[in-house]
C-alpha cells in the first residue's frame, strides 16, 4: 500500500536566508598542489644556489690580518692562520679549521674571525695569560693557568711568581701537584697577583706565600675562586694585624692563625 503524503518522511529544513553548501572544486585542490610544489622547487633551488655561491672563488678569502699575538711564534702563527684562511670564502668561514692551525702553539688560547666581504677575513687571537714561572732545566718558563706551558711567551717588565716545581722539557703541560699550583694562581684576583711571592705543595695541598709573608692555605685547586674570596675578606679586614696564615680549604669556615687586633681597631 502506497504511503500518503502525510506519512511520507520529512527532511531537516534549512534556515531562512542560508545557502545550500557548495562542495570544494577539485581545481582548487590541484592549484594548491601545484603552488606546494613550485614552493619546494623553489626553495631547493635558493638552497642549491647559496650552497654554490658560499664556496665561490667570487667571495674566495685573499687579505688576512691576524692580530692579538706577541709571542716569539707570532710569525709562524700568523702565517699557519693565513694558510689556513685563504682556504676559504667569507660566505663560508670554518673556525675549527683556523682553531686547528693554531693548535700546535701552546701560546694560543683561542681564535675568533670576522669576514669582511668581498674577500677580507679579520683574524683575532687570544693568547694565554701567564700566571708564574716554572722551573725548566734551569730556565724560568712562563706557564698559564690551566699549566700549559708557554716557552715562546715574552716576561719581560711581568713580575710573576714562582712555583715550586719543575717540569721536563718535552712536558706541554704540568701535571699533580705542580698543576695544581698554576690552577691555584690561575685563579687569583687581579688586586692580590701583584702581593704573591711564590707557591709550594706539600702533604697538604697548594700553599702560596704573599710578599708580606703570609701563607694562604688552599689544599687543592678545587674551588679556587671561592678560596681566594674568603682570602680576600680577611686580607681587607683592618681589624686584624699580625697574621701568619690563612686557612682557606673550606672558604666558607675561614680560618686564621696569629691574628691579633690591629691597635686603635675598634
Known sequence: MARSAAHAPRLPRRPAGTRPARRARPGGRIWIRRLVAIAVLAG???????????????????????????????????????????????????????????????????????????????????????VALVDVEGRDLPVAGDGTVLPGLSTAGLDLPALEATAEPSSARLSEGALEQARVLGAAPEPLRVLIERSTEDSE??????????????GDATRAEAKWDAAARILADSRLGGLSYIDVRAPERPAV???ATAPGAA
Open 205 to 218: 695541598g697548594v700553599q702560596v706565600r704573599l710578599a708580606s709573608g703570609i701563607s694562604l692555605r688552599f
Open 44 to 130: 631547493l633551488l635558493g638552497a642549491g644556489y647559496l650552497l654554490w655561491l658560499r664556496d665561490s672563488s667570487l667571495f674566495a678569502v685573499r687579505d688576512v690580518r691576524v692580530t692579538g699575538v706577541s709571542s716569539v711564534d707570532r710569525d709562524e702563527v700568523g702565517a699557519a692562520l693565513t694558510r689556513a684562511a685563504r682556504e676559504m670564502t667569507t660566505l663560508h668561514v670554518r673556525e675549527d679549521a683556523l682553531r686547528a692551525a693554531a693548535r700546535p702553539y701552546p701560546s694560543v688560547e683561542s681564535v675568533s674571525a670576522q669576514p669582511r666581504l668581498p674577500s677580507g677575513l679579520e683574524i683575532e687571537v687570544t693568547e694565554r695569560e701567564p
Open 257 to 259: 692563625g696569629g691574628a
